[in-house]
C-alpha cells in the first residue's frame, strides 16, 4: 500500500496515520491516491480539505507546532455559544428561512447567524449564553411543521458525524383506570412502548378536573410513532391507552414515520387492509397542544 504520511519513522505509526488520512480524503484527493504507485509521485498535487483530522501524537522527530486557547480564544468564545441542529424533513430547507423563521421564533437572539453545513444540517451561533441554553433546553423545535433537533456544539466532535436520532417529547396516556394513575405505570408503559428509558414520569391536571399522566422519553425520531399500547392485570383486566403526543410535526399517518406525509409515503399503495385496520390508526389527534398544568400529589407533597 502506498503511504501519502510525511515522515513516519515507524512501522506502526505509519499505518495508523495512512489510515487516518486516507479516511479523510476529499473525493479529488482519494481518486489521486488510488491511483498513486509511490508518496514521491511528483505529479500529484493534493487539495487541502475543510475536514478536521485527529492524528496520533507525532513522533519526537516531527515538528509540530503546538498551541493553546489563548490561541483561539475569539473563537473559542464564539462556538462556545453555538449549537447545532438538523431539520427532520425530505423538503427542501433554505438558509434564508430558517435564519427568519428561527430568529422569530427565538425572539431575534443578540448576535444570531446561522452557517448551513449540509442540506440539513445547521450551525446556529448567538453572543448571549443565556439564549443558547434557553434553546437547547427547549429541544426539539418546531419549524414550519418539522422537527428541528439541537444540540450544543462540542470542540472534540466533528459536527458532521453528530447523531441527530432522539428528541425528548412529552406523551400523554389518556384511557388510564383512575387508581392505575401513578409515575409508576408512567414509567413501565414509556420504557415497554417506547423501548427507551422515561425521563420524567408525572402527573398532570386538564380541563374539567381530568388527571393524566404524562411521561417524557427521548423519543427515536426515525421510527413509527404509536397510537398507543394495551396494558393488563389480573385483578383489572385489558385496557387500551391513547397517546398524545407534544411538539409533535407533521407525520405520515400511513407509515407513521416524521418528516414526510401521506402523498409521500413510500408505503402508500402497499398497505394492506389488516394494516390499515389495527389499532395502530394514526391521524392528527395523536398531537396535542394541550400542556395541562402539573399536579402534585397528596402524598408527594410537604
Ligand atoms: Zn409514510
Known amino acids: ?126 453572543d448571549e449564553k443565556i439564549d443558547t441554553k434557553r434553546i437547547i433546553q427547549g429541544n426539539p423545535w418546531v419549524f414550519r411543521n418539522s422537527w428541528l433537533i439541537v444540540q450544543p456544539w462540542k470542540r472534540d466532535i466533528d459536527v458532521r458525524s453528530l447523531e441527530f436520532h432522539h428528541a425528548p417529547i412529552w406523551i400523554q396516556l389518556w384511557g388510564l383506570p383512575p387508581h392505575c394513575k401513578t409515575k409508576q405505570m408512567g414509567i413501565k408503559i414509556g420504557s415497554a412502548s417506547m423501548g427507551t428509558a422515561v425521563l420524567a414520569s408525572e402527573l398532570y391536571k386538564y380541563p374539567k378536573n381530568k388527571l393524566i399522566v404524562k411521561i417524557k422519553v427521548n423519543l427515536e425520531i426515525y421510527k413509527p410513532i404509536k397510537a398507543g399500547i394495551h396494558i393488563r392485570s389480573v385483578k383489572d383486566g385489558v385496557h387500551w391507552i391513547d397517546f398524545r403526543y407534544e411538539k409533535l410535526p407533521h407525520f405520515c399517518f400511513t407509515c407513521g414515520l416524521i418528516g414526510h406525509i401521506e402523498t409521500n409515503c413510500k408505503l402508500r399503495d402497499t398497505k394492506t387492509d389488516a394494516e390499515s385496520t389495527n389499532q395502530n390508526v394514526l391521524g392528527p389527534w395523536l398531537r396535542s397542544n394541550q400542556f395541562g398544568r402539573m399536579f402534585i400529589d397528596y402524598k408527594d407533597r410537604k
Open 1 to 126: 500500500m502506498s503511504t501519502i504520511s510525511p515522515n513516519n519513522p515507524t512501522q506502526n505509526s505509519t499505518e495508523i496515520n495512512t489510515k487516518l488520512i486516507k479516511n479523510s480524503l476529499s473525493p479529488m484527493m482519494k481518486m489521486h491516491n488510488e491511483n498513486a504507485t509511490t508518496s514521491q509521485d511528483p505529479t500529484i498535487q493534493y487539495v487541502p480539505t475543510e475536514e478536521t483530522v485527529t492524528a496520533e501524537d507525532p513522533a519526537e522527530t516531527d515538528s509540530v507546532v503546538n498551541f493553546d486557547d489563548s490561541d483561539v480564544q475569539d473563537k473559542l468564545e464564539e462556538y462556545q455559544n453555538s449549537f447545532l441542529g438538523k431539520i427532520i424533513s425530505e423538503k427542501t430547507i433554505r438558509k434564508n428561512s430558517i435564519r427568519n423563521v428561527l430568529g422569530n421564533i427565538w425572539c431575534n437572539p443578540k448576535g444570531f447567524r446561522v452557517e448551513q453545513i449540509d442540506d440539513k444540517l445547521f450551525h446556529f451561533f448567538m
